[in-house]
């Protein structure tokens, strides 16, 4: 059996805290998904280290890692002297039992040796993975299929991992950094024993244009000066869809737009707003005739945008 150093692959000490090693877990999630990651390997890595998470943050198998002792990673190793009857049943050889597996079938729910007794209710396992969305399926919700791999029980009553299609339903309004539960999403049961739950650490890509506070969403409006001094009237995407805005004469940029009920839904109580910063934007490219008429403009003009500067300092 080869070892695996799951502090490592988390890059975290051999002491962290419980939250320091979800916190890990989130971060190194975030940055290796397949779907959003293009770091090399980035599916290996990420495999690795939700390996790492899966027993290092159940208190029955970190304890049963730990007293493994430590070996380089690749090592083959073998447990000590009484591990295993202090765990549970263990298989009769462990040279072709992978490390992740002998976790998961000697500890908790994922125990399922010769020593179970046959007539009492087993709950299923719960899984745990981390799941990337775009901001549109945050936004409106929707259906996702998940391919796994999970740990269940052979005929043998021994844990094994193996592929799961799994789909989900993720709800509208889910944010960054929540955890969803799937009741029933996880392992089955047995001997009449309920079915385990599916948990999912949600992360949200970011959008080109819309930005996540809370419930509110916020989006750049970007116009022209002459815009900005006139007033006009300009149509702006939503996450619902296209809106007419009107602005104000003599719009400052910085200003606050709110559109009320059109930010992330909530599942109690009323959606958020959606915010768009008014950004004054100048052209850099200009032809002579506009040239001319800026010119022009800035010499009829008694506007002065640095009137503050001129303070009288009294003696």
Partial sequence: MKYKD?????????DASADDIKKAYRKLARKYHPDVSKEANAE????????AYDTLKDPEKR?????????SSGQDFQPPPGWAPQFGEAPSGFEDIDLADLLAGLTGRGRRGP??????PMPGGDYETALVVSFDQAFHGGEIELDLQVVEPDANGF????????KVRIPAGVTDGQKLRGPGKGGKGSNGGRDGDLYLDISVREHPLYRVSGKDVYIDLA?????AVLGTEV???????????????????GHKLRLSGR??????????????????????????????????LADISSFDPRAHFKVETKP
């Fill in 6 to 14: 799951y502090y490592a692959a988390l890059g975290v000490e051999r």
């Fill in 44 to 51: 290996e890595k990420f495999k690795d280290m939700a390996e």
């Fill in 63 to 71: 304890a049963a890692y730990d007293q493994l002792g430590r070996h």
């Fill in 115 to 120: 020593g179970a007794r046959a007539n009492v």
């Fill in 159 to 166: 844990a094994r991992r193996v592929p799961k299609n799994i």
């Fill in 223 to 227: 116009l022209a000066p002459w815009e």
């Fill in 235 to 253: 149509e702006m995407p939503t996450p619902s869809g296209h809106v007419n805005l009107k602005i104000a004469p003599g719009t400052r940029a």
């Fill in 263 to 296: 930010g992330m839904k909530q599942r109690s109580g009323p959606a958020g707003d959606l915010y768009a910063i008014v950004q004054i934007l100048v052209p850099t490219v200009v032809s002579d005739a506009e040239r001319a008429l800026y010119k022009q």
